[in-house]
């Protein structure tokens, strides 16, 4: 008798989870329409900015959902590559709605939530790809696991779309100019679309606190830093310019503690209010690389000139000084190399120096950001300023040896065996 009873209770739990997913305590629940999405339409053409991430990329509207009664719906955007089934798609919440008639919904979609969701689909970074989208909607106690449950589904729309790295939304300055003389590496510009070709500086934090190294090869470089938004340019010159006695024997990483020159708002874009090196030492201007930080909010910078090289025991404690690729046809352009560089087994770290004192005198260094310190060959070694390890060289031989200072965010080194 006992074991008939507890047959009854088992077939009772599955009859009420049944009837749950299928909200059949109503008897009019039933799937009596499809959604029809009107936005946006097949063949749309989306170019996603990552300058732009919390701007709306697309906004999708699409009809309401009728299940026989008032119902409180959920509505689910599935998107997937152009080639690919629905069977595992990316998915954006749009909502939960009472729906009591036949309305019509809207839901805007961030560049950072679409770009972060066809990056998922394992689309190609940096190419335009094919996708297609559809909205799927269901009772809103509904699991989505139910089996059984009620779906309701919109047509198919197709759609293509660039796709970027998500570390390309790291808020950015753009240091533009080079107006002290032509210049035969850049003609730095800037607008508002985000496809300025002039040098970045980085605020890998988000507090309004940018960093990076920058190349001039003019004699008397000038410059400005922009903060372009989608309707101003944003741009800052120099308020008050810092002296050389400033700058002496300071640490590029910790300098921003004192104030070494103020900017403020230009609404000149090339001339006005330019900000330029000191002009003593001799060693502190000129053409080089220049280690920049702004704080964008207390309008403070500091400029430091810096040689680069990779030293250590794997370099028998000598330092080989890396070289700035300023050919555009080069894959290594605007990043740092240097050839035939002949690595031991041993310990090593990319030195900053400022070039005033002796060679082998180091001002700051680039350590490894991985927990086995280890330089592995052919691939990009993140590396960090502060709290960075020396790293190990553990196959020794001859390579070509790629640092990439372009985004603070994400310096690495590579070594590429010859």
């Not at 507890?6 to 077939?11: A, C, F, K, N, Q």
């Not at 297609?132 to 589904?153: C, E, H, W």
């Not at 741009?235 to 990483?253: E, L, M, R």
Request: hydrophobic share 35%; aromatic share 10%; glycine share 6%.
């Amino acid at each position: 008798m006992k074991k008939i009873f507890l047959s009854l209770s088992i077939i009772g739990i599955l009859m009420g989870l049944n009837s749950c997913d299928k909200d059949m305590s109503n008897p009019n629940a039933s799937v009596l329409n499809s959604l029809t999405i009107s936005a946006p339409t097949s063949g749309t053409v989306l170019s996603l900015n990552p300058n732009l991430y919390n701007s709306a990329a697309m906004t999708v509207k699409w009809s309401s959902a009728n299940f026989g009664y008032s119902a409180s719906v959920t509505y689910l955007l599935q998107i997937v590559k152009a080639s690919d089934s629905f069977d595992s798609p990316q998915v954006i919440p749009l909502g939960t709605f009472s729906e009591y008639s036949n309305l019509i919904h809207e839901s805007a979609i961030t560049t950072t939530v679409l770009n972060g969701k066809l990056n998922a689909t394992l689309a190609d970074v940096g190419s335009v790809s094919a996708f297609k989208m559809r909205v799927i909607a269901k009772p809103s106690t509904q699991l989505d696991s139910s089996a059984n449950g009620l779906f309701s589904y919109s047509q198919e729309v197709t759609f293509s779309s660039n796709v970027y790295d998500p570390i390309d939304e790291v808020p950015k300055l753009y240091v533009y100019g080079n107006f002290g003389a032509a210049s035969a590496f850049s003609d730095w510009d800037i607008n508002l679309t985000g496809t300025s070709n002039s040098p970045l500086i980085y605020s890998k934090s988000k507090n309004s606190v940018y960093e990076g190294f920058i190349y001039m090869n003019v004699a008397s470089p000038q410059f400005k830093f922009a903060n372009p938004s989608s309707t101003d340019l944003n741009i800052k010159g120099v308020n008050a310019p810092f002296t050389a006695t400033t700058i002496s024997g300071i640490s590029a990483t910790s300098a921003l503690g004192s104030v070494f020159g103020t900017v403020q708002t230009s609404t000149d874009v090339a001339t006005g209010n330019v900000i330029t090196p000191p002009s003593s030492p001799a060693t502190a201007t000129g053409s080089g690389t220049y280690f920049v930080k702004v704080d964008w909010a207390q309008n403070q910078y500091i400029l430091v000139k810096r040689v680069i090289a990779i030293k250590g025991p794997t370099t028998s404690n000598t330092a080989k000084y890396l070289t700035y690729e300023t050919n555009p046809t080069s894959p290594y352009y605007r990043m740092y190399v240097g050839t035939n560089i002949n690595l031991s087994a041993g310990q090593g770290y990319i030195q900053l120096k400022d070039n005033s004192s002796a060679l082998d005198d180091k001002v700051e260094r680039l350590g490894i950001d991985n927990t086995s310190n280890t330089l592995v060959p052919n691939v990009k070694n993140k590396l960090k300023f502060s709290g960075g390890s020396n790293f190990n060289v553990t196959s020794p031989g001859l390579y070509t040896v790629v640092l990439d200072l372009r985004n603070s965010a994400i310096y690495n080194l590579r070594i590429i065996p010859n």
